[in-house]
């Protein structure tokens, strides 16, 4: 079974502080990753997208892939209290491009 | 910016009826998603088409479930009868192609009484 995990935190930083999340998945033939944040009662809302090896930087976040070692992660600069939601990784296998969600982690910044 | 349309918004219905949800997907998304999020869980893909094909709906519980996007376009998922434990969110996603990010709507928060 193709599986995304993720740390359910939460995870509490100050404002200002740089956030880390961090997601692991099972299989090796993962090609497209995506973080998205999904605030209480809302849908989740794309952030991020990563396809190959390495850092991507968009404003304050930047996602890391390491296919390797089967992770990916998120970093968010300057927190913001805005920034306090959930989020989510999600996987695609492109062999059938469904996506596969790990169970989120709860991000809270404390201002 | 375009935006995958859902409606209703929220939904509360006895068990043993019958509920529907809809989506819209941003225009030119060739496929469309719809998934079951139970509260302190990630999204959980119950049918993925195509254009009007479905393309996968191993998770989908058929004995009660139904989908269709007839025209390829918009979509409508059907639950009868509905049962306590499908109360959850549903959400709709939609792509340009299976490859490509999906867009998610606003979601449909199902209560089932």
Redesign the interface.
Same mark, same amino acid.
């Given at each position: 079974q193709k599986e995304?995990e993720q740390n359910s935190g939460p995870l509490s930083v100050p404002e200002g502080a740089i956030a880390s999340l961090n997601c692991t998945y099972s299989d090796r033939g993962s090609q %497209?990753f $995506?973080w998205?944040r999904q605030y209480s *009662?809302? %849908?989740?809302?794309?952030i991020m %997208?990563i396809y190959s090896n390495g850092d991507k930087e968009d404003g304050r976040f930047t996602a890391q892939l390491n296919k390797a070692s089967q992770y990916v992660s998120l970093l968010i600069r300057d927190s913001q209290p805005s920034d306090s939601a959930t989020y989510?990784c999600?996987v !695609?296998y !492109?062999n059938?491009?469904?996506?596969? $969600? *790990?169970?989120?982690t709860t991000v809270t910044v404390r201002a | 910016e375009a935006e995958v349309a859902q409606s209703p918004r929220y939904k509360i219905t006895e068990k043993s009826q019958a509920v529907a949800f809809w989506c819209d997907p941003i225009s030119g998304h060739a496929t469309l998603y719809w998934y079951r999020q139970i509260l302190g869980q990630g999204p959980e893909l119950l049918v993925q088409f195509q254009d009007e094909s479905v393309v996968d709906d191993s998770q989908l519980p058929k004995d009660r479930f139904s989908a269709e996007r007839l025209k390829g376009v918009d979509s409508t998922l059907k639950i009868q009868p509905a049962e306590l434990g499908d109360s959850a969110m549903y959400l709709c996603a939609s792509s340009i192609t299976g490859e490509q990010p999906q867009h998610f709507g606003d979601g449909t928060r199902l209560s089932i009484l």
């Open positions: 995304v %497209s $995506f998205y *009662g809302k %849908s989740p809302e794309l %997208s989510l999600a !695609n !492109n059938d491009y469904k996506l596969s $969600f *790990g169970a989120g | -």
